[in-house]
């Protein structure tokens, strides 16, 4: 996906940027994530005065995931507002002569390339880790045994063992 600053200026109106996107080699490294359908990118794109373009809209995917507690198969879906400014510049120097613009990329060329900017805005926002339930219990330490079927008779304490020699200290 991308977009011309020359053309956005010429352009009467806002432009529509719809396309589905194969995001599959940006979750290859994640072992929670098992796959990932086309981001559906649904983006506009605004040229402000100043070779200022605004592209704002929503990215939506679906994603087959393990529970990471307990390694059960889930589906979530990441929805995502998207939101970038771009300022055409013509010379490299003039990208930090305006403090107040931080959430600005500055871009030399007149075609913007928009792919990179909406891979780190899905990478962002990937869920950290995701769970099949709030109340899921997991598989046990010790047998592997799903504790949320049913329970097992594996000890539930455990002692360090560099510390067990202290549990017999208060005993006499």
Known sequence: MNFKFRQMASHDGPKQLQKALDMSHVVKERKDIHGISPLECD?????????VVEVTGTLSAHLDMSCSRCLKPLKRKVDIEFEETFKRIDTPDEEGQNEEEDDIRFIAEDQVDLNPYIEEALLLNLPYTAV????????????????NERDCDCEKDRIDPRLAALGDFFKK
Do not use: H, M, Q
């Open 43 to 51: 983006l506009t794109a605004v040229y402000v005065e100043g070779n």
């Open 132 to 147: 099949c339930k709030d109340d899921c219990k997991g598989l046990c330490p010790s047998c592997g045994t799903d504790l």
